[in-house]
């Protein structure tokens, strides 16, 4: 029996994939993977990304025969090692491959990890059906509701405030490592690609109930380098907003708390990139306040530029927000009034 048929006995549709037990363990070149891949999955390359580019060059030359021929070769030696690092990642000999299309190299690892005694199963169609998948659940109609609110008004709390209460939260900035803005990536990790985000959206999306609201932040197109699905932005821009409204004083509170600690060159560094548009003197003095440790002042003057940005995207929405004043409120007491208005409404 070839490799292809002992394979393809195994292959399941991604719905069968993503519900069965065992690691994922994705075969693609570090590369690929790096650009996107299953939540989850652990990449276990079968070629490295220098061997994966000289094959396709070699297919392109020479031919289908000859790529195939060269990929077996690159691989041989290592299969070895192959073995004992899938025993440290499943213990229990049970895994779940892919590769890009379902092709070759998922198909070579699974008759490898089989003939050590694995239980393997394959996802039909590799990665590219998993895209498909991701993107279907993305575009599913479903109902949206909107916070909207000035910078330092709190949302991501109130967010988290609803999720303890029950409610559905899609956190897009938690998934892009951002906050949207020139300060955004202070302090966070390492931003996924616009596809990863996507995928990562797609698996948050999945767990929720069909019938139910689910809360998104209000977001441009674009979280730092992350861009939101078309399909799901487009939902954003004509879902019912709400926008919550806090006196200036307790915004400052909130931002000097999460910007309190972050290294004052990154902020001078934060600060400049909106130079052009907070204007240049205002920049100067922005930046001597960073510069003695003056947060709060600083974040005063920052402000003005961020509320214009504000007034001028509220402006071009679809929906007028339903104001809700949130002053002297908890996060908890905020989420509770939330969830009693939109339901009202």
Not at 9 to 16: D, G, K
């Amino acid at each position: 029996m070839s490799t292809f048929q002992i394979a393809k006995q195994q292959e399941v549709l991604i719905s069968q994939f993503r519900a069965a037990p065992g690691a994922i363990l994705d075969v693609r070149s570090p590369v690929e993977f790096k650009h996107g891949h299953i939540p989850g999955a652990i990449n276990f390359p079968l070629l490295t990304d220098k061997q994966r580019a000289a094959i396709g060059t070699c297919y392109k030359t020479d031919g289908r025969s000859a790529a195939v021929e060269l990929g077996f070769g690159l691989v041989n030696p290592g299969v070895g090692d192959m073995l004992r690092k899938a025993l440290v990642i499943a213990p229990d000999k049970s895994v779940r491959i892919h590769c890009a299309r379902g092709g070759l190299r998922s198909r070579s690892m699974a008759w490898r990890l089989t003939e050590d005694g694995f239980r393997v199963l394959l996802l039909k169609g590799g990665y590219k059906s998993y895209r498909r998948w991701a993107r279907q659940i993305v575009s599913h109609p479903r109902r949206v509701n909107i916070l909207a609110g000035l910078t330092g008004t709190g949302k991501t709390r109130i967010l988290k405030a609803l999720a303890k209460q029950g409610e559905q939260v899609l956190d897009l900035e938690g998934l892009a490592n951002h906050r949207g803005s020139s300060f955004g990536g202070l302090g966070m990790p390492a931003q996924p690609s616009t596809q990863h985000f996507g995928n990562l959206i797609a698996e948050q999306l999945d767990q929720f109930e069909p019938g139910r609201p689910v809360w998104i932040e209000a977001e441009s197109g674009q979280i730092g380098t992350c861009w939101l699905p078309d399909q799901l932005f487009r939902m954003m821009k004509s879902a019912p907003a709400f926008e919550i409204v806090r006196p200036i004083e307790e915004r400052l509170d909130t931002l000097t708390e999460i910007y309190g600690q972050e290294n004052r060159n990154a902020l001078i560094e934060a600060t400049e990139r909106i130079g052009k548009k907070l204007g240049g003197e205002r920049t100067k003095t922005a930046v001597g306040l960073i510069e003695k440790y003056e947060l709060r002042a600083a974040c005063r003057i920052i402000l003005d530029y961020y509320d214009r940005s504000y007034g001028d995207d509220r402006k071009r929405r679809r929906v007028t927000p339903y104001k809700l004043k949130i002053g002297g409120m908890s996060d908890r007491e905020a989420a509770v009034l939330l969830v009693k208005v939109s339901g009202e409404l």
